[in-house]
């Protein structure tokens, strides 16, 4: 079982550069997460999406956006990297609210600096 | 608002001693609490969770947690620890979010370092 998958593993970019990260996940979950974890601050919950074609904002997007085109695929663009994105992002995924109640499984992550 | 405080960053410990890893949270809505587990290098796993019935839950490598609704607690316990158990431990709450969503709520970590 693949789960999720994150592609790439690692990145170093360039202020000012743009990449997008991509998430799959092949458990044909509604819902799929972006998180950002930082020393000392836990995950932090940059977009979510409970649906192919719908997005929404979480603690952090400033900086981001995100597309779900394919229910399956969760993609996290960058479009002008700072080093204050320098962070190792996470994609998750869950059943929808009320079948496991907010359980997620996570992909391996992105390290990500941005020099 | 919703919070999830770990009362230690770090936990040393040596082999096959006793270890508690601490999670309070606030909320005013009834929640759903897990223990994460990210081993060096990986993503989360969940280790166990608690969604309704017996306040004490266990996971299959021998830790437990009991949820404790007047001290709003989740404490993770384990009576011996291994090696292997060296790792960084979330605690986390679900909450509803807008939509009927359940948002996924993290507090910033606990490093177990078992040492030999």
Same mark, same amino acid.
């Given at each position: 079982? =693949?789960?999720?998958?994150?592609?790439?593993?690692?990145?170093? &970019?360039?202020?000012?550069? #743009?990449?997008? &990260?991509?998430?799959?996940?092949?458990?044909?979950?509604?819902?799929?997460?972006? /998180?950002?974890?930082?020393?000392?601050?836990?995950?932090?919950?940059?977009?979510?999406?409970?649906?192919?074609?719908?997005?929404? *904002?979480?603690?952090?997007?400033?900086? /981001?956006?995100? #597309?779900? &085109? *394919?229910?399956?695929? %969760?993609?996290?663009? &960058?479009?002008?990297? =700072?080093?204050?994105?320098?962070?190792?992002? %996470?994609?998750?995924?869950?059943?929808? #609210?009320?079948?496991?109640?907010?359980? =997620?499984? %996570?992909?391996?992550?992105?390290?990500?600096?941005?020099? | 608002?919703?919070?999830?405080?770990?009362?230690?960053?770090?936990?040393?410990?040596?082999?096959?001693?006793?270890?508690?890893?601490?999670?309070?949270?606030?909320?005013?809505?009834?929640?759903?609490?897990?223990?994460?587990?990210?081993?060096?290098?990986?993503?989360?796993?969940?280790?166990?969770?608690?969604?309704?019935?017996?306040?004490?839950?266990?996971?299959?490598?021998?830790?437990?947690?009991?949820?404790?609704?007047?001290?709003?607690?989740?404490?993770?316990?384990?009576?011996?620890?291994?090696?292997?158990?060296?790792?960084?431990?979330?605690?986390?709450?679900?909450?509803?979010?807008?939509?009927?969503?359940?948002?996924?709520?993290?507090?910033?970590?606990?490093?177990?370092?078992?040492?030999?």
């Amino acid at each position: 079982n =693949a789960g999720v998958t994150q592609t790439p593993k690692f990145r170093v &970019l360039k202020t000012g550069q #743009s990449m997008t &990260l991509l998430c799959a996940q092949d458990m044909n979950h509604e819902y799929m997460y972006w /998180y950002r974890q930082d020393p000392g601050m836990g995950l932090r919950l940059i977009h979510y999406s409970v649906g192919e074609g719908t997005t929404a *904002k979480g603690e952090v997007p400033d900086g /981001y956006n995100v #597309s779900r &085109l *394919k229910k399956q695929n %969760f993609l996290l663009g &960058l479009e002008s990297a =700072a080093p204050s994105q320098t962070s190792v992002y %996470f994609c998750a995924s869950s059943y929808p #609210s009320g079948q496991t109640e907010g359980e =997620a499984f %996570f992909g391996q992550g992105t390290r990500l600096t941005v020099v | 608002a919703q919070s999830v405080t770990q009362l230690d960053s770090q936990v040393p410990v040596f082999e096959e001693a006793p270890v508690e890893l601490r999670c309070n949270y606030s909320s005013s809505v009834s929640v759903y609490l897990f223990w994460y587990v990210q081993y060096p290098n990986q993503g989360l796993q969940l280790l166990l969770k608690y969604l309704s019935g017996s306040t004490l839950v266990k996971s299959i490598n021998g830790f437990e947690a009991e949820f404790n609704k007047s001290q709003t607690s989740f404490h993770l316990r384990k009576p011996s620890v291994h090696i292997s158990d060296t790792a960084e431990y979330f605690c986390a709450v679900s909450v509803p979010f807008s939509g009927g969503y359940n948002k996924l709520i993290f507090g910033a970590g606990t490093r177990l370092a078992v040492h030999p």
